[in-house]
């Protein structure tokens, strides 16, 4: 029987993920492959799909066909669509005369496999062998929801590229799926190819310090003005560190007006600045303008850049997005405690020491995400929290997690009254109605 691999993207990292794993044998040979493309912006009609992205076409010649899905089930969204489970036989038989599958085995080989589309993809194909690929830090940290274990069981690996060193994802670990290292030679010649056809860029300065935008703000975690002067943050301590020629890549989905506070701001401190408003990867960067420094608040590009190309690299903001984050099972969480945990800030005087057990760390947090989803963590969490709790690592946890937890950290036993106590309730209400009116 012949096979059929289908390979689910929505971002050109994640595609030039499967690229270099293809290139890496990390697949058995299949009769056909079919890059499925997913446009998962909130408005997909205005914002470019992967296969629309300057320099796929260096990916493209590794599938035998490019497919969209958001064509497949229009006019519903990738993301808020998921089928019933009567419609199941029924669906995959559609798309069986639709992809021309006919009777071939199916492979899928998807991201994020907790939600839609991967999700969807994967309870269609009851019963087909699933990988999972990962294109970030969030593979670090917990499955975020309970999966069905008809689709969890079908898991079989998750590849990943070695973006922290030495760190075991913790993703799906649950149904006892084995972590495999995408190598890091076939991504970078993938990087290097895209680089390559990525066209004309403006003209940028040798040896900049690189700016990473993130649009924080779209996802609720910070207000537009507090993004804004995150990237004012990030120009200061870039100046601070002696660096005077500036490279800002905002989000691509960023409201342009974002810039002209960095603008003001870099015409004040009297250092050049280049805005590159492009859909390019920030790694197309690191082969073009090989900077000398890199700052952003928790993204992968961060990661990349070290871990791979070799980068200096510093962070900022991740004290107010850990403070910021909700609930705490936020799937946000582990990447902002990796990048604070790892990576120097770059308003600070000094470099703090980075987190030597990384492990225990990621145990504990993500015993305090999913406690449910990993009980056997328990053990591994008490161990970290009774010996690393302390002022630096305190901003990783929540008291309240803790106390419910039980954990090290939280408040005493003896004292686990006063929350639920009607007086004390009372009284601190009636002071803060006191402190209002004072203010007032």
Known sequence: MSTTQIFCASTLYGAATLAAAIDADCFAPAGRRILLVSNNAGNPEIAPAVDAMPGFEQLHHRFDDVLSWNETIAPLHPGGWSPRTDDVPLLQRHLRLLWNLGDDAVELILESIQVNPALALSQVFTGSPVDVYADGLMSYGPTRFKIDPLVGTAVRRLLHL????????????????????????????????????????????????????QYLSALSILTPDEEEQLHVRMLRGAVRRGHHRIVFKPHPTAPARWSRSLEEEAEKLGVE????????????????????????????????????????????????????????????????????????????????????????????????????????????????LTDHFNARTQPYFKRRRLTSLALPGGLPTRLNFIPRNRTVRSVARRARSLKRSALG
């Open 162 to 213: 070695d973006l922290v060193p030495g760190l075991k994802p913790l993703l799906l670990t649950e149904f006892g799926v084995r972590p495999e290292i995408v190598p890091a030679e076939p991504f970078l010649k993938v990087l290097g190819d895209l680089a390559d056809a990525a066209g004309e860029l403006p003209p940028l300065p040798d040896s900049p310090a690189l700016l990473l935008g």
């Open 273 to 384: 600045l280049t805005v590159l408003n492009l859909p390019v990867l920030a790694e197309v960067l690191y082969e073009r303008a090989r900077p000398a420094l890199v700052v952003g608040c928790f993204s992968t590009a961060l990661f990349t850049a070290s871990a791979l190309y070799g980068l200096d690299v510093a962070r900022t903001g991740t004290d107010l997005l850990l403070e910021r984050l909700t609930p705490y099972q936020n799937s946000n969480r582990i990447p902002v405690t990796l990048t604070d945990a790892l990576l120097p800030d770059i308003e600070a005087e000094e470099a703090a020491e980075a987190e030597a057990d990384l492990t225990g760390l990621v145990a504990a947090v993500g015993f305090g995400m999913q406690p449910q989803i990993y009980p056997g963590l328990r053990a591994a969490a008490t161990r970290y």
